[in-house]
């Protein structure tokens, strides 16, 4: 097919884009101020549900949970599965915003949290609400089926394989390709992608040391895990600085360091929760390996009177691009877009269950980013070497900007679609 004839049918599909704006604004803002954690997405669920209805799509809820499933049917050729994820997190929003979350719930747990859409969930579901309606009122521009799905769960590693283990390749057309994209740090208005791997594999890890518990004043009767764990920490950080080849990527976090009640109390135990970030299969085994020897060798070294606990929490694939599906999509992005908009990026450490869909279907998928900044303050952050200080995904201030962030991921979307689906 022509590049420039999928372009054509894009701008055609694309007409309608500036009309049905405001619902979109609209619908971003009611979702962004009604967050819900992972699994819990009932409220987006049907809104997303509902949306797709009135589109003139067969839609299926319930799947995985709360997933919700869009099939238009619109003749012979392609099928193509679009994916937004709709969780939001345990962040208390901090952006400012007059539409901005003021929502706590329980948690998994039971525990009462406060929920922000602080990775851009909302912007996903708002994006192929719109992409799925503009298709389907220009359906004359293209030949196909066209899946929507909104998927539950990506922050806990759990969405997507919910979705197939309740039946999603059985119950629904297996798609020539799967597409998805999130909205990261970047210049608003601008795509980005590369062929190969995209996002990080990662693996999150909960550790409790034991010791024996005493009054703060007689350490000597005790054995003391603030110390057995703070030297676990510390110790962690060789891993990548010492383990890890140069040539290699690997990120180690320690995010969660927990123990005692009290100043003069000494704990019995204490929690520590990790997450790794790597790009290859041996990087990743000899990391974890590496956690598992340092935490044992710390306790032993501390006498602890027990083996310390590690429990997996959750895993996430490596994110691999199709060389040839990616190389499609760029030249469809570049045929429409102006080429200052599409840019080539490296893989990103963030990590995804998005690779769990082509993978489990065996067809290639797609994976690109979506700049959500404002693009004068991205190119100031950047000449003064600042853009580490542009608050990032999970962060309590992160926002993207509405315009052109809203209209850049529909239209990224239509155009990635209609790479498989435009007629010639």
Same mark, same amino acid.
């Given at each position: 097919? !022509?590049?420039?004839?999928?372009?054509?049918?894009?701008?055609? *599909?694309?007409?309608?884009?500036?009309?049905?704006?405001?619902?979109?604004?609209?619908?971003?803002?009611?979702?962004? #101020?009604? =967050?819900?954690?992972?699994?819990?997405?009932?409220?987006?669920?049907?809104?997303?549900?509902?949306?797709?209805?009135?589109?003139?799509?067969?839609?299926?809820?319930?799947? /995985?949970?709360?997933?919700?499933?869009?099939?238009?049917?619109?003749?012979?050729?392609?099928?193509?599965?679009?994916?937004?994820?709709?969780? %939001?997190?345990?962040? %208390?929003?901090?952006?400012?915003?007059?539409?901005? $979350?003021? +929502?706590?719930? @329980?948690?998994?747990?039971?525990?009462?949290?406060?929920?922000?859409?602080?990775?851009?969930?909302?912007?996903?579901?708002?994006?192929?609400?719109? !992409?799925?309606?503009?298709?389907?009122? &220009?359906?004359?521009?293209?030949?196909?089926?066209?899946?929507?799905?909104?998927?539950?769960?990506?922050?806990?590693?759990?969405?997507?394989?919910?979705?197939?283990?309740?039946?999603?390749?059985?119950?629904?057309?297996?798609?020539?390709?799967?597409?998805?994209?999130?909205?990261?740090?970047?210049?608003?208005? $601008?795509?980005?992608?590369?062929?190969?791997?995209?996002? #990080?594999? @990662?693996? #999150?890890?909960?550790?409790?040391?034991? /010791?024996?518990? @005493?009054?703060?004043?007689?350490?000597?009767?005790?054995?003391?895990?603030?110390?057995?764990?703070?030297?676990? +920490?510390?110790?962690?950080?060789?891993?990548? #600085?010492?383990?890890?080849? !140069?040539?290699?990527?690997?990120? *180690?976090?320690?995010?969660?360091?927990?123990?005692?009640?009290?100043?003069?109390?000494?704990?019995?135990?204490?929690?520590?929760?990790?997450?790794?970030?790597?790009?290859?299969?041996?990087?990743?085994?000899?990391?974890?390996?590496?956690?598992?020897?340092?935490?044992?060798?710390?306790?032993?070294?501390?006498?602890?009177?027990?083996?310390?606990?590690?429990?997996?929490?959750?895993?996430? =694939?490596?994110?691999?691009?199709?060389?040839? @599906?990616?190389?499609?999509? %760029? %030249?469809?992005?570049?045929?429409?877009?102006?080429?200052?908009?599409?840019?080539?990026?490296?893989?990103?450490?963030?990590?995804?269950?998005?690779?769990?869909? /082509?993978?489990?279907?065996?067809? =290639? $998928?797609?994976?690109?980013?979506?700049?959500?900044?404002?693009?004068?303050?991205?190119?100031?952050?950047?000449?003064?070497?600042?853009?580490?200080?542009?608050?990032?995904?999970?962060?309590? &201030?992160?926002? =993207? +900007?509405?315009?052109?962030?809203?209209?850049?991921?529909?239209?990224?979307?239509? +155009?990635?679609?209609?790479?498989?689906?435009?007629?010639?």
């Amino acid at each position: 097919m !022509a590049e420039n004839a999928s372009a054509q049918n894009a701008s055609v *599909v694309l007409e309608n884009l500036a009309k049905l704006q405001p619902d979109l604004e609209a619908l971003y803002k009611d979702v962004h #101020s009604h =967050p819900e954690l992972s699994m819990q997405e009932n409220r987006t669920a049907r809104i997303a549900a509902e949306m797709l209805r009135q589109a003139g799509y067969e839609v299926t809820t319930g799947v /995985g949970k709360t997933g919700v499933v869009g099939l238009l049917r619109n003749g012979d050729g392609p099928t193509v599965m679009l994916r937004a994820d709709m969780d %939001a997190l345990p962040i %208390a929003e901090n952006t400012g915003l007059s539409y901005a $979350s003021k +929502v706590s719930t @329980a948690d998994a747990e039971g525990n009462t949290v406060p929920v922000g859409h602080m990775c851009g969930h909302d912007m996903h579901v708002t994006w192929l609400v719109g !992409a799925a309606t503009l298709l389907s009122q &220009k359906r004359e521009a293209w030949n196909g089926t066209l899946l929507a799905v909104f998927q539950p769960g990506e922050e806990t590693a759990q969405g997507a394989q919910a979705m197939i283990d309740d039946g999603l390749l059985k119950r629904f057309p297996q798609p020539d390709v799967v597409l998805g994209q999130h909205v990261m740090v970047g210049p608003s208005g $601008s795509v980005a992608g590369s062929a190969g791997p995209i996002t #990080s594999a @990662a693996d #999150s890890l909960q550790i409790r040391l034991f /010791g024996r518990g @005493a009054h703060g004043s007689m350490p000597q009767a005790s054995i003391d895990p603030v110390v057995m764990a703070a030297s676990v +920490v510390l110790r962690l950080q060789t891993i990548v #600085s010492r383990e890890v080849a !140069a040539t290699d990527a690997a990120v *180690v976090t320690v995010g969660v360091l927990q123990a005692g009640t009290k100043e003069n109390v000494i704990p019995d135990e204490a929690l520590i929760k990790l997450n790794v970030r790597t790009f290859d299969a041996g990087v990743r085994k000899h990391v974890l390996a590496a956690i598992e020897r340092i935490v044992n060798a710390e306790a032993q070294a501390s006498g602890a009177p027990r083996k310390p606990e590690i429990t997996p929490l959750d895993r996430y =694939p490596l994110n691999v691009n199709d060389e040839t @599906a990616s190389n499609r999509i %760029a %030249a469809a992005f570049r045929s429409y877009f102006s080429p200052e908009r599409v840019k080539h990026t490296g893989p990103a450490p963030a990590s995804e269950d998005f690779g769990c869909f /082509g993978t489990a279907w065996q067809v =290639p $998928s797609v994976f690109w980013f979506v700049g959500g900044n404002d693009p004068q303050a991205y190119a100031k952050a950047k000449a003064a070497g600042k853009l580490n200080d542009l608050p990032v995904n999970h962060s309590p &201030k992160f926002a =993207p +900007v509405l315009h052109p962030t809203l209209e850049t991921g529909v239209e990224a979307l239509v +155009v990635g679609a209609l790479a498989w689906l435009a007629r010639d």
